[in-house]
T-cell receptor
Framework: KAGVTQTPRYLIKTRGQQVTLSCSPI?????VSWYQQTPGQGLQFLFE???????NKGNFPGRFSGRQFSNSRSEMNVSTLELGDSALYLC???????????FGQGTRLTVV | QKEVEQNSGPLSVPEGAIASLNCTYS??????FFWYRQYSGKSPELIMS????GDKEDGRFTAQLNKASQYVSLLIRDSQPSDSATYLC????????????FGRGTQLTVWP
């Protein structure tokens, strides 16, 4: 059974650019959540999607957005990148809310 | 008060010993509790889930939940050097759907 797949694994962008990250959940999983992990802040919740609807949003600026497609694949977008956006971005999928969540390998974003 | 707090560590135990990791949470309505292991530079890996009071055992791992005390712990028996990692406690509050609240993690080192 394939796990959660995130692409790309690594990205280097310059300030002011935008970036799109992709997440393919485990087959059959309909809930996809995104987290940002930094050494200083730990794991911080970005948003959660279920059946193409955003159900939850963390305390991040509007530059961070996402969407989910009918096949449950999800993308997140960060516009006008700042140096502080450098982080590991993690996607987690679960069958439904309140059940076990499995993480992808993450996308390491470096903003220079 | 933080949503989820873990003993700060780092924790260092000899090979073969029992490692005890602790976590407290603030929302009494929390419903699901998870332990993740994260190796340096990798994504979190789910190792245990627990939903009701008491103990749950899986191999060398035992999760313990006490909802009255808002406390969850993870015991690792016969610790191995390969268990050296950061252990993250995560809580689902139920009311916030699929969102997980994470502690900052406890770094465990098992020395031979």
């Amino acid at each position: 059974k394939a796990g959660v797949t995130q692409t790309p694994r690594y990205l280097i962008k310059t300030r002011g650019q935008q970036v799109t990250l992709s997440c393919s959940p485990i087959s059959g999983h309909r809930s996809v959540s995104w987290y940002q992990q930094t050494p200083g802040q730990g794991l911080q919740f970005l948003f959660e999607y279920f059946s193409e609807t955003q159900r939850n949003k963390g305390n991040f600026p509007g530059r961070f957005s996402g969407r989910q497609f009918s096949n449950s694949r999800s993308e997140m977008n960060v516009s006008t990148l700042e140096l502080g956006d450098s982080a590991l971005y993690l996607c987690a999928s679960s069958l439904r809310s309140n059940t076990e969540a499995f993480f992808g390998q993450g996308t390491r974003l470096t903003v220079v | 008060q933080k949503e989820v707090e873990q003993n700060s560590g780092p924790l260092s135990v000899p090979e073969g010993a029992i490692a005890s990791l602790n976590c407290t949470y603030s929302d009494r309505g929390s419903q699901s509790f998870f332990w993740y292991r994260q190796y340096s530079g990798k994504s979190p890996e789910l190792i245990m889930s627990i939903y009701s009071n008491g103990d749950k055992e899986d191999g060398r791992f035992t999760a313990q939940l006490n909802k009255a005390s808002q406390y969850v712990s993870l015991l690792i028996r016969d610790s191995q050097p390969s268990d050296s990692a950061t252990y993250l406690c995560a809580v689902n509050r139920g009311s916030t759907l699929g969102r997980l609240y994470f502690g900052r993690g406890t770094q465990l080192t098992v020395w031979p």
